[in-house]
Each structure stands twice: as structure tokens, then as C-alpha cells.
T-cell receptor, first 117, second 112 residues
Framework: GAVVSQHPSWVICKSGTSVKIECRSL??????MFWYRQFPKQSLMLMAT?????????EQGVEKDKFLINHASLTLSTLTVTSAHPEDSSFYIC?????????????FGPGTRLTVL | EDQVTQSPEALRLQEGESSSLNCSYT??????LFWYRQDPGKGPEFLFT???AGEEKEKERLKATLTKKESFLHITAPKPEDSATYLC?????????????FGTGTRLKVLA
């Protein structure tokens, strides 16, 4: 149980294009999902908290117009990196909190490796 | 300010050599402390959630304990497949949106 998937697992794109990453909770409903970014040999950096049916809450320093988040259903959140540039290359990971669970445990997806040329 | 510090940064063990990883935290009211395992190029895999001082949880060769200031992840007779980065995260009562604060992790290497 508590499986989270991400698609795609890796993507290579040209500078200036937009890339969409999907995060799905497969066997539970998630009113809250989170998007993280991770640089090599570093810990996870929270980018934003995604709430179903409402606007995402972005962490300080994260450009909301560059990293568009949509959480349209209880099992799907998407992160769109708009006008991507090489400095956006990173490992993006989502997590989801089970709406019905009594705990605040987050379950993580397998991550998406983005490379911008 | 809520803070999490993990030590050591890296640890090399021989197979069968037991040890402990430390996670020290400062948080204004602990809602939960979470341990994850992360393999290279993958997302973190959930291990344990601890809520109150004195609580302990076990899973195979791993045992997590919690005090009011720190948590330990004890690894008994580790095997090479236990090699990974172990992440600790805390959630405080001021975190109204269920946010975690992560430590920087301990990179564990178990040698055969």
C-alpha cells in the first residue's frame, strides 16, 4: 500500500521549453502533495505544498510562475517547469499524504530526472 | 527555528558490524519524526514514524528510537544491501501544512 508514482522518470529538453511532471497516488487519496528538488549528494528541498482544489503554497525563493503546480484531483498533482533553463536541471521528487490516515507520513514517488540542454 | 541535524555524515561498516545513526532535532512541539531510506537516483522509501519520547519501532535489522531531543536508527548486523542514505525528518506543531524539515542524511556503506 501507499504507492506514489511519477511520470516521466527522466526527461531531456531544450532550453526555453516547458516540461510537465505528473505525480499520482495509486492506492490512496491525497488532499496534500509536496514537490521537492534534490541536488547531488544533498537533502531534499521543499519547493511547494499542493492542496487539492486550491492554489499551491510555495516556499520562499521558489518562483511560482516558473514552477506551476496543479492538484486537480485527489490522486494527481502536476508540476510544470516553464521556459526551462540548464539551471533547472535537477531531480524532482513528489510525495503524498494519505487523506484517510491518522498519521502525517509522506510517501514519496521515485523521482524525475530533468536535464535541460 | 525548527532544525534537524544528522550524524555522522557518512559511515562505512563491515558486514555484521552493528552501529547507530543519530538525528538531533529542535522543534516547537513534535508532531512526528520520520525515517526514510534513499537509494541513489530514487525517491525516499518510508521506514518509520515516531511520535513520542520512549517510542521504539523495528523492521528487520533496523530499530528506531526517540527521545525528547534525538532519534537513533540502530542497524544490527548490517548487510551490503543496507547501503543507502538514511534521512530523518521532523514535523512540528507550527507546521500547519504538514511540512517536513529534513536532515542532510547519513550515507551508509556496508562492505562485504
Amino acid at each position: 500500500g501507499a504507492v506514489v508514482s511519477q511520470h516521466p522518470s527522466w526527461v531531456i529538453c531544450k532550453s526555453g521549453t516547458s516540461v510537465k511532471i505528473e505525480c499520482r497516488s495509486l492506492d490512496f487519496q491525497a488532499t496534500t502533495m509536496f514537490w521537492y528538488r534534490q541536488f547531488p549528494k544533498q537533502s531534499l528541498m521543499l519547493m511547494a505544498t499542493s492542496n487539492e482544489g486550491s492554489k499551491a503554497t510555495y516556499e520562499q525563493g521558489v518562483e511560482k510562475d516558473k514552477f506551476l503546480i496543479n492538484h486537480a484531483s485527489l490522486t494527481l498533482s502536476t508540476l510544470t517547469v516553464t521556459s526551462a533553463h540548464p539551471e533547472d536541471s535537477s531531480f524532482y521528487i513528489c510525495s503524498a499524504r494519505d487523506w484517510h490516515a491518522s498519521t502525517d507520513t509522506q510517501y514519496f514517488g521515485p523521482g524525475t530526472r530533468l536535464t535541460v540542454l | 527555528e525548527d532544525q534537524v541535524t544528522q550524524s555522522p555524515e557518512a559511515l562505512r561498516l563491515q558486514e555484521g558490524e552493528s552501529s547507530s545513526l543519530n538525528c538531533s532535532y529542535t522543534v516547537s512541539g513534535l508532531r512526528g519524526l520520520f525515517w526514510y531510506r534513499q537509494d541513489p537516483g530514487k525517491g525516499p522509501e518510508f521506514l518509520f514514524t515516531l511520535y513520542s519520547a520512549g517510542e521504539e519501532k523495528e523492521k528487520e535489522r533496523l530499530k528506531a528510537t526517540l527521545t525528547k531531543k534525538e532519534s537513533f536508527l540502530h542497524i544490527t548486523a548490517p548487510k551490503p544491501e543496507d547501503s543507502a542514505t538514511y534521512l530523518c525528518a521532523v514535523q512540528g506543531v507550527t507546521s500547519g501544512t504538514y511540512k517536513y524539515i529534513f536532515g542532510t542524511g547519513t550515507r551508509l556503506k556496508v562492505l562485504a
